[in-house]
């Protein structure tokens, strides 16, 4: 079976979308098409190129494509990365600043951050962004009344701990790798901290400040962990082939929370679909195009969480996945 987690309700969200179509466009419930011979200027940026979010972008592309803006007719894209650089992030964003296009969008918390902070004026829309409220993007969830709104990647993390469960029922620490001085890495390091406070279960940290000491990082957990627990934190995902050769070396289980990294050696991760991220952002992208302000457009969660598992890296890390576990994933790598 699938994991399914319902999403919050977006109050007032029929009543924006009422007041910013005419009559015609409600009774379709779609926005009007770009006009004729009109091209759309889109900057996206990311902190970092790894598989999550670059099928972010895809995402974001593929679905403004299908509302009517395609890239090379209509639609000018212009896409940076900050190469994992904060200093960077800040450079582009200036850039794109300066550039004046119709919608920037900014996937990850380090660049959101960098262009809510250059700008106040030209249309930003975040993706992959753990807590937004947090990172001072938003004020809320509710619609901004600024110029920033997103999509968010946050995953409750009660199923996240249950499944650490069946995959080790005798359960007594989880290793977690993360960079501290991503905001969403350290909020998930609280969160996870306060969950199993009464479980009898110890979170042991492993920061890695740079993509390079992930390995070393996973290394001193031999002999303190069960199991090795990684968030969308971007220095891991994008060198997650080092860590999952630390796994495979101490016989360490990896649980991921991004679903593309069990291919990239984790024995299971349950979390969002990126592509299908990327295709909710780019539904907001596209509305903001077709004259929505982004401000009276709610910040937005996905609904639904993928289980997928990999047999093979689970011998290969000492488990024997469960039957409980297989039955319930939505895809099972042999």
Aim: net charge neutral.
């Amino acid at each position: 079976m699938k994991f399914h987690i319902p999403a919050k309700p977006a109050l007032g969200m029929l009543a924006v979308l009422l007041a910013a179509c005419s009559p015609a466009e409600q009774k379709s419930g779609t926005a009007a098409a770009p006009a004729s011979g009109e091209v759309k200027k889109v900057a996206i940026t990311a902190i970092v190129e790894h598989p999550a979010l670059d099928n972010v972008r895809k995402g974001v592309l593929e679905e403004l494509k299908a509302q009517g803006f395609e890239e090379g007719k209509n639609l000018q894209v212009d896409f940076q990365t900050a190469q994992g650089s904060t200093a960077t992030a800040g450079q582009i964003a200036k850039k794109f600043v300066g550039d004046k296009p119709d919608v920037i969008v900014a996937i990850a918390t380090p660049s959101a951050q960098s262009m809510v902070a250059a700008t106040k004026s030209i249309p930003i829309v975040y993706a992959a962004v753990t807590d937004p409220v947090a990172a001072k993007l938003v004020p809320g969830w509710e619609a901004s009344n600024t110029n920033v709104t997103g999509v968010s990647d946050e995953l409750p993390l009660a199923p996240q701990i249950d499944l650490m469960k069946k995959i080790i029922p005798n359960l007594k620490s989880i290793g977690y790798v993360y960079s501290p001085g991503e905001v969403n890495s350290a909020i998930v390091f609280d969160q996870l901290k306060a969950a199993l406070a009464g479980e009898n279960i110890r979170v042991d940290a492993a920061p890695a400040q740079r993509s390079v000491d992930v390995p070393t990082a996973a290394r001193s957990l031999k002999g303190k962990a069960d199991v090795i627990y990684t968030s969308l934190d971007n220095n891991v995902v994008s060198s997650f082939e080092s860590l999952y050769k630390v796994a495979v070396e101490n016989k360490l289980p990896l649980v991921a929370s991004d679903t593309g990294s069990v291919a990239r050696g984790a024995v299971a991760a349950l979390g969002v679909n990126y592509f299908d991220l990327g295709r909710k952002t780019g539904d907001t992208v596209a509305r903001i195009l077709k004259g929505t302000p982004a401000g009276e457009i709610p910040s937005a969660r996905m609904d639904k969480l993928d289980l997928i598992v990999s047999k093979k890296h689970a011998a290969e890390q000492g488990i024997t996945l469960s039957d409980e576990v297989l039955q319930e994933a939505a895809e099972v790598q042999e």
